[in-house]
């Protein structure tokens, strides 16, 4: 494909190597990603291996379709439907935007705020209990 016409492309594009190096981007890609040039820094690690089975295929073989969760240029993860299609060594991947009703987190980060609440409900607790002793000391 030209890479003057895929700079136009309506919709985040990129061209890859087998080894995830970005080749070349659609100018509306920056607007989506952070500015990388491999494309496996912005795959969210457990989204890899279905990554991997996506860019290990054949040369020249069919598009392959899978969802997988990217980080975006605000530094959060979204879902998105990502098609590659090989071409002489070179990959050509579109990925769009799955709207969905929660913005998705790393699991990580989603258990660090789970924790968190809980840390911080125990601590109120203590505190009512604290508040309690000291108010009965006034009396």
Known sequence: ?????????PVPYFQINQEGT????????????????????I????????????????PNSHPIT???ILQ????????FKC??????GIGHLVCTEVKSSKVLAPLS???SLVNTKKRLEESEKHLNKVAKI????KH
């Open 1 to 9: 494909m030209n890479t003057s016409r895929t700079k136009w492309l």
């Open 66 to 68: 899978k969802q997988l």
């Open 134 to 137: 000291v108010s009965l000391k």
């Open 43 to 58: 795959i969210y690690k457990e989204d890899r291996n279905k990554a991997i089975v996506m860019f290990s295929q054949s």
């Open 22 to 41: 970005i080749l070349n981007v659609s100018h509306i890609t920056h607007s989506y990603f952070p500015p990388t040039s491999n494309i496996w820094t």
């Open 83 to 88: 098609t590659i299609q090989w071409k002489d």
């Open 109 to 111: 980060i989603q258990n």
């Open 72 to 79: 975006t240029s605000n530094n959060l993860f979204g879902n």
